[in-house]
């Protein structure tokens, strides 16, 4: 039985999680979970789970779950809050696995420490990867701590290396949907709405990596996350548009032959793939070849697409770029979902952010959050001005 801890368990991730733990309870239990603001689902999932340790954001939030779990009879579960609370639950003495769906840095801390605590982690929060991989890539090579891929291109990507050696990699090719204005006239970009950007066609996710989606900002993060993930240059990474997401990524060897990885378009996949490797367990997420009429596969539009040309500039310069292509996103991402910044806005913000960010490269998890907030002062400024 293997004991999960789950950051960000009321998220998309979070919720696919558990309900892999549904479909398998003689392989996973839960012991202790982390989320944001959603109480009303912090108090479901500790009906239902009965994990030991509940973490909550803010003190505030934890006051009014631990009396709804008082009211309702319930004892034995320890709730906890902030960013203390997200580091005890990664590092419970009884977790054997750690899956992070925290979104954005905000799960960092929580990472690094499950990571330092010898605990397997499940890594969907690409963000963390992208402001502190190598602080993390790092620390699990010293404490000999696998870190399984839960995005599902580079978990592709991951299952596709299992069977070459790692010299014997030419090229990791990122599969893009393309999301929902791949074939918009660039004249209606500036009258893009949230709403318009909202609808994913394929995936159904959290709204900040849905609207990185739209903007190819997400595939942008995805390049950062797999240059350190599996230990290869920027220019290794290749991104393909592949408005199916049938196939979810491939890798190419130096002897010509691509391996691609297909599956349903269903996160559960990568997850129960994460949880149980190295093997392989029974599922019912089937995927029906016989009814798969096409493939295509193009070049990404870089004019329309100005996010992806922005992360591989940051990718190449790493540390304080990187981390400032993430929190500039972030705010800007915010921005847009609020009405503040137009569509275009976005990258707008990313490149006065990136212009504007001097190169560094810090070495401990306290410099990565310094730049982090340093990097989303100077993004507010631009939204603001
Ligand atoms: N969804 C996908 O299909 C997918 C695919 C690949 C990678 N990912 C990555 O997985 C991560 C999660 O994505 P998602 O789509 O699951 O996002 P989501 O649905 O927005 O969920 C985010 C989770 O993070 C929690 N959270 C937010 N701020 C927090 C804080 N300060 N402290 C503790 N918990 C906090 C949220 O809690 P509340 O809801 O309670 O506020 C929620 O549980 C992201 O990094 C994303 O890029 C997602």
């Given at each position: 039985?293997?004991?999960?801890?789950?950051?960000?368990?009321?998220?998309?991730?979070?919720?696919?999680?558990?309900?892999?733990?549904?479909?398998?309870?003689?392989?996973?239990?839960?012991?202790?979970?982390?989320?944001?603001?959603?109480?009303?689902?912090?108090?479901?999932?500790?009906?239902?789970?009965?994990?030991?340790?509940?973490?909550?954001?803010?003190?505030?939030?934890?006051?009014?779950?631990?009396?709804?779990?008082?009211?309702?009879?319930?004892?034995?579960?320890?709730?906890?809050?902030?960013?203390?609370?997200?580091?005890?639950?990664?590092?419970?003495?009884?977790?054997?696995?750690?899956?992070?769906?925290?979104?954005?840095?905000?799960?960092?801390?929580?990472?690094?420490?499950?990571?330092?605590?010898?605990?397997?982690?499940?890594?969907?929060?690409?963000?963390?990867?992208?402001?502190?991989?190598?602080?993390?890539?790092?620390?699990?090579?010293?404490?000999?701590?696998?870190?399984?891929?839960?995005?599902?291109?580079?978990?592709?990507?991951?299952?596709?290396?299992?069977?070459?050696?790692?010299?014997?990699?030419?090229?990791?090719?990122?599969?893009?949907?393309?999301?929902?204005?791949?074939?918009?006239?660039?004249?209606?970009?500036a009258a893009i709405t949230p709403a318009q950007a909202l609808?994913?066609?394929?995936?159904?996710?959290?709204r900040r990596?849905?609207i990185?989606?739209a903007t190819?900002?997400?595939?942008?993060?995805?390049?950062?996350?797999?240059?350190?993930?599996?230990?290869?240059?920027?220019?290794?990474?290749?991104?393909?548009?592949?408005?199916?997401?049938?196939?979810?990524?491939?890798?190419?060897?130096?002897?010509?032959?691509?391996?691609?990885?297909?599956?349903?378009?269903?996160?559960?996949?990568?997850?129960?793939?994460?949880?149980?490797?190295?093997?392989?367990?029974?599922?019912?997420?089937?995927?029906?070849?016989?009814?798969?009429?096409?493939?295509?596969?193009?070049?990404?539009?870089?004019?329309?697409?100005?996010?992806?040309?922005?992360?591989?500039?940051?990718?190449?310069?790493?540390?304080?770029?990187?981390?400032?292509?993430?929190a500039a996103d972030e705010i800007a991402v915010e921005a847009f979902l609020d009405g503040r910044i137009p569509f275009m806005g976005i990258p707008r913000t990313i490149?006065k952010v990136?212009?504007?960010?001097?190169?560094?490269?810090?070495?401990?998890?306290?410099?990565?959050?310094?730049?982090?907030?340093?990097?989303r002062q100077r993004a507010n400024a631009f939204v603001d001005s």
């Amino acid at each position: 039985m293997k004991k999960l801890a789950i950051l960000g368990s009321t998220g998309s991730i979070g919720q696919s999680t558990l309900s892999i733990v549904e479909q398998f309870p003689d392989r996973y239990s839960v012991t202790s979970v982390a989320c944001g603001r959603n109480v009303d689902q912090a108090f479901a999932q500790a009906v239902r789970w009965r994990p030991k340790l509940i973490s909550i954001a803010t003190e505030e939030l934890a006051c009014r779950l631990s009396a709804r779990l008082h009211q309702a009879g319930i004892a034995g579960i320890d709730v906890v809050h902030g960013t203390e609370g997200t580091v005890a639950v990664s590092t419970h003495a009884e977790a054997d696995f750690v899956v992070s769906a925290i979104v954005g840095v905000a799960g960092l801390e929580a990472t690094h420490a499950a990571i330092l605590a010898g605990k397997p982690v499940g890594l969907a929060n690409k963000e963390c990867m992208v402001a502190a991989g190598e602080i993390l890539t790092a620390a699990a090579r010293q404490c000999n701590v696998p870190i399984l891929p839960i995005d599902s291109e580079h978990n592709a990507v991951h299952q596709c290396l299992r069977v070459g050696a790692h010299k014997e990699v030419k090229a990791i090719w990122l599969t893009a949907s393309g999301g929902p204005f791949r074939k918009t006239p660039l004249a209606d970009f500036a009258a893009i709405t949230p709403a318009q950007a909202l609808k994913h066609p394929t995936w159904v996710m959290g709204r900040r990596i849905t609207i990185d989606s739209a903007t190819m900002l997400n595939k942008g993060l995805e390049i950062i996350e797999a240059c350190r993930l599996f230990d290869v240059s920027p220019s290794q990474v290749r991104v393909i548009v592949h408005p199916q997401s049938t196939v979810h990524s491939l890798v190419e060897y130096v002897d010509g032959s691509i391996l691609a990885q297909i599956s349903v378009t269903d996160m559960c996949l990568p997850i129960l793939y994460a949880l149980a490797y190295p093997e392989r367990p029974a599922s019912t997420l089937t995927f029906d070849l016989a009814a798969l009429r096409h493939l295509e596969f193009e070049e990404p539009d870089f004019e329309r697409f100005p996010c992806l040309r922005l992360a591989f500039e940051a990718a190449d310069k790493g540390g304080a770029h990187t981390i400032a292509l993430n929190a500039a996103d972030e705010i800007a991402v915010e921005a847009f979902l609020d009405g503040r910044i137009p569509f275009m806005g976005i990258p707008r913000t990313i490149e006065k952010v990136l212009a504007s960010t001097v190169e560094a490269h810090p070495t401990t998890i306290g410099q990565v959050l310094a730049a982090d907030r340093e990097a989303r002062q100077r993004a507010n400024a631009f939204v603001d001005s």
